[in-house]
């Protein structure tokens, strides 16, 4: 399988450069850091600040694994080798938005230590918010990773395409807002947009499965145009 | 094999290739000479679905670049003008991982890869980095991606850039071996690889096809006239000139003094005649050291199809 093939040599590469470990380690200790703080002032056996904490630094983190997905290879020229293959723009696209995925997930199952402790020193410990909350920090780094992968087709400067993705990260990530700044169906939609939003539904344990939805096409939009983008690199 | 029908390509409001067609036979190998810009890359890129033209047709192996491209994709080998490397891959990864989106199977994979990298002399280098490797090594590396899955059609943007002379021996000598059964289009601006390596040339200047020819061809019917070097010893020092001079039909250039002799280029018009004029100088006292023809090659013909007074004139 070609994506496959794609997806193996992106992986190889995250861990050939210092960016994935270096991700990874600013993160568990941010996160570590934040898990004890949190517990030690609240004395409260739940996840849910953590949670909310870990996917905001992993919206500044994410544009750092995306942004040479794409930019690079416009850069060292290799994007002409890909495009000169028996391989098309879905099939790019989808390996590496899986390879930067699998990462991702393994960053968030480190993680898990943490509600393997609340589990053992609480007494009385909710399950459902945890799982649900975990659901929501995949879903939310589904399109994270979509969004930035976007922008690292549209570009060979990563640190462009690093800006623009958290750029657009952000600009998602406080949508919400309009909805108290206009009383309207403007204000309405655009609070529909907003991954926070839909994110702090996951973290108070409601599985919406219109929230669900929304990550899945959200990501898709990003994945898709991040084709075109790419297709159309032969066009200009 | 390969087909270009009046290819034109736009960049914006820059021309760069305009109305090109070619065609080349199975097992053929076709150089494509040219100065920098003439728009050799974009003739390669739009073969190797790359690029589109902006009007005309291209087809390799019978199916359309545009149309087919997926197919013609298949029996592309491509080597561009910067060899696409992943430099944080070892040699062999990177070759795997070409294997892999080349659609050979692992066996098939193993064993190719075994035989390309004895092939370029990479067999030793299988287990290195790539960014550690010299330019050379890049560049072998770059052609054993191109050949790996064997295909029908080699396109080779400057295969020989940044080899040492004994490489680019080795390299040029492959390049013929691999035409028995590939079709080879190779860019270059080096006019002995075309020479040697090439069966038929297509000078490209400004976009344009300004000739098509074997090499013996071209450099035969560049030559306007005959010439000669000679270096001859004068008896003295200033009749000798007058001599040639009282010939309407012969022309010198290029004049060296030596220490005591000249040496100088001699062109003859057709009809000329040969005999009576060293007759005529050696009747004069001339002494003959050195009488050699000189035979136009392939840089004059180069120069002379390039170089744009030249071609404005004549149009």
Redesign the interface.
Known sequence: MKIFAIMKKELQSFFFSPIAYIVFASFLTIVGYLFWVILMTSKIATLEPMLYNAAFILMLASPVLTMRLVSEEKKSKTIELLLTSPISPFEIIAGKFLACFVLYLVLIILTLQYPLILAYYSQDFDVGPIFSGYLGLVLLGAAYISLGLFASTLTENQIIAAMVSFGGLVLFWIFGWAKHAFENDFGELLGNMSLFDRYSEFLRGIIDSGNVIFFVVFSMVWLFLAMRVLESDRWR | MIEMQNITKYYDNFRALNNISLKVEKGEILGLLGPNGAGKTTAM?IL?????ATSGTASVAGFDVFEDS?EV??R?G?L???P??????TVR?YLN??G????LPGRVREERIGYVAERIGLGESLGRVIGTLSKGYRQRVGLA?AMLHNPEVLILDEPTVGLDPNQIIEIRSLIKDLSRDHTIILSTHILPEVSMTCGRVVIISEGEIVAVDSVANLEKNAQAAPAWKIILKPANDQKWREAIDSFSGARISEIRELPDAYEFKLELARGENFDEFFGCLSSKGAVFREISPVRATLEDVFLRLTSTEDRKEAA
Do not use: D, G, N
């Open positions: 890129r190797t679905c790359f690029l589109p997926l994709r298949r592309l491509y561009p003008e910067t696409p490397l992943y430099h944080e891959m990864s991982f070409i892999e989106i080349r659609e991606q």
